[in-house]
């Protein structure tokens, strides 16, 4: 099926299978790209790279890539292409590189994406940022867990939980085994601790909304509404050390199901994205807000 952009009405054709992987929608469904790049070239009318992420799709980095990649193919001698794409959270974004849905996918689990690798869904990753986790929450004044900023990160979520748990209905003995201590999420339902079903903007709004604690991540932050962040606190924040336990690194995956047609290109934006002078150079000087969201990978060329 055609990746090409009709140039009349914007639409995009290209092949079912949204998470076509875990089943969760008929295979009727057909995916379209959240967004899609040309990188200037308005005449560019076929999606050549298909990228699915979440958060920093919401960003908007997968865009600052996807125009400067287009520019230097293009230098290179390549003719001017689209680059889409698609959102999803890590799950769902590897559901759809195994799918073939799309090419390459960006995720932000060490576990599922070797995984991938193994079982040959992916044949090759590579380190292509690092993200950095906040625990936010309600501002200082209000503070209902009283966290302190010299407290470690383990602290304030025993906090969190210590304080959920004191203002929740007793439920009965039997549920209180020792795997549930401190983890919330293992009891059949918790009136204090709340998964939200959307992506990080969503749930930061929401949170902000409902006075509560997350663990967003600095793009997130940085790329919010002004009045959303104004009335959170940032209680604690990671670096770019490798056993902080904030530290949200970012893996590029390539699928092993690109078409022929695009495999050069798929192959070449991996080579570019860990280029001291490609991707990780979008990667310094991205920011929002005055601030560089992102740390470049340590493994850069």
Request: contains cysteine; glycine residues 8%.
């Amino acid at each position: 099926m055609s990746r090409v952009v009709d140039s009349n009405t914007g639409a995009v054709s290209i092949p079912d299978g949204l998470y076509a992987s875990v089943g969760t929608l008929p295979s009727s469904s057909a995916l379209a790209p959240q967004a899609v790049y040309n990188g200037g070239y308005t005449n560019a009318a076929e999606i050549y790279v298909r990228i699915a992420t979440g958060g920093s799709g919401q960003s908007g980095l997968i865009g600052a890539w996807a125009d400067a990649f287009i520019k230097y193919s293009v230098s290179q001698g390549q003719q001017p292409f689209l680059v889409g794409w698609y959102l999803g959270d890590t799950t769902e974004s590897l559901g759809l590189l195994e799918a073939g849905s799309v090419d390459i996918a960006v995720t932000y689990n060490e576990a599922a994406e070797l995984q991938k690798m193994n079982s040959k869904v992916a044949v090759r990753r590579e380190y292509g940022f690092r993200d950095h986790f906040y625990l936010v929450g309600p501002s200082t004044d209000i503070n209902p867990a009283a966290l302190k900023d010299d407290d470690d990160i383990l602290t304030m979520f025993n906090k969190i939980v210590t304080t959920g748990n004191a203002h929740a209905i007793v439920i009965p003995s039997i549920c209180y085994k020792p795997d549930y201590h401190g983890v919330p999420w293992a009891l059949a339902y918790s009136k204090w601790y709340h998964q939200y079903p959307q992506f990080p903007l969503q749930a930061l709004k929401a949170t902000s909304v409902l006075n509560e604690y997350t663990i967003t991540d600095r793009g997130t932050w940085l790329s919010s509404d002004d009045a959303i962040v104004a009335s959170l606190h940032i209680y604690k924040q990671g670096g770019d050390s490798t056993v902080d336990p904030l530290l949200n690194p970012a893996h590029v995956l390539l699928g092993s199901k690109v078409e022929d047609k695009y495999k050069e290109i798929c192959k070449g934006f991996m080579d570019w994205v860990v280029m001291k002078d490609g991707g990780q150079k979008v990667i310094r000087e991205f920011k929002k807000k005055g601030q560089v969201l992102y740390s470049e990978a340590p493994t850069s060329k």
